[in-house]
C-alpha cells in the first residue's frame, strides 16, 4: 500500500497530493492484498503498440518540468491503485503517474511524450467501469487531480468555470451556495472529476431532466497529443461560429486530447425536493408507471430510477442497508424537483393515489424530509459497491427500447447462475432507457464472460439499442463499438483520431477497434 507516513510530509503537503491519494487509499475492495490479473494477461490478443520504453531521460526530463515530488515512479512509491480501475477487472502496468497542475505543464508533457513517442493514459477519478481510465501495458500514467481551481461562478448566466480535476461533489456544494446546481449526478459523484466526466459524456440520475455533458457543456480548453492547447472556452449559450471543436472531446475518453478546463451550463437549484419509492410486481407495471409520471408529474420530474430484487437484495445482505418497503420483484425512485413543496407533494400523493387504485403499484411513500431522501438515494447509488463486496463484477451500461429494457435480465439469468454467477440483476434510468445490467461472481471468470459477450451486444443491436449509454467505450466495448456505429462512422472516427494524435500516444488501445491484420 502507499506510505502513508510520506503523505503527511511538508513536500507533499505543499502541492496537496494528500488529497490524491485519499481516494485510492479508502476504496472499499474485498481485498487489497491480490493484485487484479494483469490486462494484457487477461485480454491475450492484445499487442502492445511500437511506443517508446520509458528510460531513465525520459524520467529526467519529466522532473524538469513538474516538481520531482509531482513525479510518482514505480521505484519509489506504490502505483497499484493507479494502475487497476476501480472495480478491479484490468489493472496495467506503468511505472510513472505525473501530476500537473497546469494546462502548459500538460502542454510541455505531451509535446515531450508525443516526440518520443511515449504512450500516455490520462486518469482523473479513475472511477470508468470500461477500462478507459487505466494503462493497458506500460503508458504514462497523467493524473488531473491537483486541477481543482475553480474561476468562476456567474450567477446571473448560471455558468461555472472549472479546470477538469475538480471532484463533481465539490462542484456541487460550492454551487449550492449561489442557488444553483450541477446538472449532473452520479453515484460516484464523491470521488470521480468534471473533466473525466465530459470526456465519458456522462449522464447520471438526472439526465432526464438535464441532459447529458454533451448538452450542458459551453467549452473546454484541451491540449492535443502534440502539446497545442485548443481554448476553445465559450460561456455562451449561443456560439454559432464555426465548428463546434468542444464537442469533439465531450465523450472522446481521452483518445483525442486532454481536456483540463470547462465551462458548464448549471441550472437553478431547486427549491423543493420529493422522492417516491414504489414497490411494483412486473415490468409492465413498471413501463406504464414511468409513462404516467411523465404525463402526470410533467415539469416537475426529475429523476425515474428502477432497481430489481436482486439489486435490492445485494444491497440489504452486503451493505446491511434496510429498504423503506418490503421485498418486491421491482422498485421505482421517482425524483421532483419544483419551487413549491405544498404543491409537489400534493401531486405526488395523487400521482399515487392513481397508482395504487390502478394496481399498478403494490406499496409505495412519499419522501420530503431531506435526511429520508438522502438514504434512499443513497440505496440506489450504493448497488454497484454491494455487487462488487460479492467478488467479481461484469458490468454491462446499454440503450434499450422502453419495451425490452428489462428483457436482458431474464434472457441471461439461468445461463450465468448455472456456470456459477451469484446475481443477475438490472437497474438504471427509466426516462432515458439505459440500463445497467449487472452480473456477479466469486471470482472472475472466462466462462461466465464468454456467456455473456459477444452476446449481449448482439442481442442490443438486434433491439436497436446502443452498447453504451454513458460509461463510454473505453478498452472492453472497443471491438464491440460495430454493433452500434457503421464501418463508415467508424473510419470517420479514426481519421479525426489521426490528425489530432497522428502518433496514436493518447490512451492507445480504447474506444477504436484494432485494424485487422
Not at 59 to 70: D, E, G, H, S
Not at 102 to 119: G, V, Y
Not at 158 to 163: A, D, P, Q, R, T
Not at 232 to 252: E, P, Q, R, V, W
Request: proline share 3%; net charge neutral; aromatic share 6%.
Amino acid at each position: 500500500m502507499l506510505k502513508m507516513s510520506s503523505l503527511l510530509s511538508a513536500s507533499y503537503g505543499r502541492y496537496d497530493l494528500k488529497r490524491i491519494f485519499i481516494f485510492y487509499v479508502t476504496r472499499k475492495f474485498k481485498s487489497t492484498s491480490n493484485k487484479v490479473e494483469l490486462t494484457q494477461v487477461r485480454y491475450p490478443k492484445l499487442k502492445r503498440g511500437g511506443f517508446a520504453t520509458l528510460n531513465d531521460r525520459h524520467l529526467t526530463t519529466f522532473k524538469n518540468i513538474l516538481p520531482a515530488v509531482r513525479v510518482l515512479t514505480s521505484e519509489t512509491d506504490d502505483l497499484e491503485l493507479f494502475n487497476t480501475d476501480w472495480a478491479r477487472t484490468v489493472r496495467g502496468n506503468s511505472s510513472v503517474v505525473l501530476i500537473p497542475k497546469t494546462t502548459e505543464e500538460i502542454s510541455e508533457i505531451l509535446q515531450f511524450c508525443n516526440q518520443e513517442k511515449l504512450a500516455v493514459c490520462p486518469q482523473g477519478g479513475n472511477t470508468g467501469l470500461v477500462g478507459g481510465s487505466v494503462p493497458v501495458f506500460d503508458e504514462v500514467i497523467l493524473s488531473t487531480s491537483l486541477m481543482k481551481k475553480i474561476d468562476l461562478i456567474d450567477t446571473d448566466s448560471g455558468v461555472i468555470v472549472c479546470e477538469a480535476g475538480c471532484i463533481l461533489e465539490d462542484l456541487d456544494n460550492a454551487l449550492k451556495d449561489k442557488g444553483l446546481m450541477m446538472p449532473l449526478d452520479l453515484g460516484a459523484k464523491g470521488s470521480c472529476q468534471i473533466g473525466g466526466n465530459i470526456s465519458t459524456n456522462a449522464g447520471g440520475l438526472r439526465l432526464l431532466r438535464y441532459g447529458s455533458m454533451h448538452a450542458n457543456t459551453l467549452g473546454l480548453i484541451a491540449v492535443k497529443a502534440d502539446g497545442t492547447i485548443v481554448d476553445s472556452l465559450s460561456c455562451l449559450k449561443k456560439d454559432n461560429t464555426g465548428y463546434a471543436l468542444h464537442h469533439l472531446f465531450i465523450g472522446s475518453e481521452g483518445t483525442l486530447g486532454v481536456v483540463t478546463k470547462v465551462a458548464i451550463q448549471c441550472p437553478p437549484a431547486p427549491k423543493a425536493v420529493s422522492l417516491m419509492f414504489l414497490g411494483l410486481q412486473d415490468f409492465d407495471a413498471v413501463l406504464k408507471t414511468t409513462q404516467k409520471a411523465k404525463h402526470l408529474l410533467g415539469e416537475i420530474l426529475s429523476a425515474c430510477e428502477l432497481m430489481d430484487l436482486e439489486c435490492a437484495d445485494a444491497v440489504t445482505e452486503n451493505m446491511k442497508i434496510k429498504l423503506p418497503l418490503a421485498k418486491m420483484p421491482f422498485y421505482i425512485i421517482l425524483e421532483s424537483s419544483g419551487s413549491n413543496l405544498a404543491h409537489d407533494e400534493e401531486k405526488l400523493n395523487n400521482f399515487l393515489k392513481v397508482l395504487m387504485d390502478e394496481g399498478l403499484v403494490i406499496d409505495g411513500t412519499v419522501i420530503t424530509e431531506p435526511s429520508r431522501i438522502k438514504s434512499v438515494w443513497h440505496i440506489r447509488e450504493c448497488v454497484a459497491e454491494a455487487l462488487l463486496r460479492d467478488g467479481y463484477v461484469y458490468s454491462y451500461d446499454i440503450t434499450l427500447p422502453a419495451r425490452n429494457f428489462y428483457d436482458l435480465v431474464p434472457f441471461f439469468n439461468d445461463k450465468v447462475k448455472e456456470a456459477g454467477a451469484i446475481r443477475c440483476c438490472g437497474l438504471g434510468h427509466l426516462g432515458d432507457g439505459n440500463l445497467h445490467f449487472t452480473v456477479s461472481s466469486a471470482e472472475f471468470s472466462h466462462n461466465i464472460k464468454g456467456l455473456i459477450e459477444p452476446l449481449i451486444y448482439e442481442w442490443t443491436s438486434k433491439h436497436r439499442g446502443s452498447v453504451s449509454a454513458e460509461h463510454g467505450i473505453g478498452l472492453m466495448k472497443r471491438d464491440f463499438l460495430k454493433y452500434s456505429k457503421s464501418e463508415a462512422a467508424i473510419e470517420v472516427m479514426r481519421g479525426i483520431k489521426s490528425v489530432l494524435d497522428p502518433n496514436g500516444i493518447l490512451n492507445p488501445y480504447k474506444v477504436l477497434p484494432a485494424i485487422a491484420e
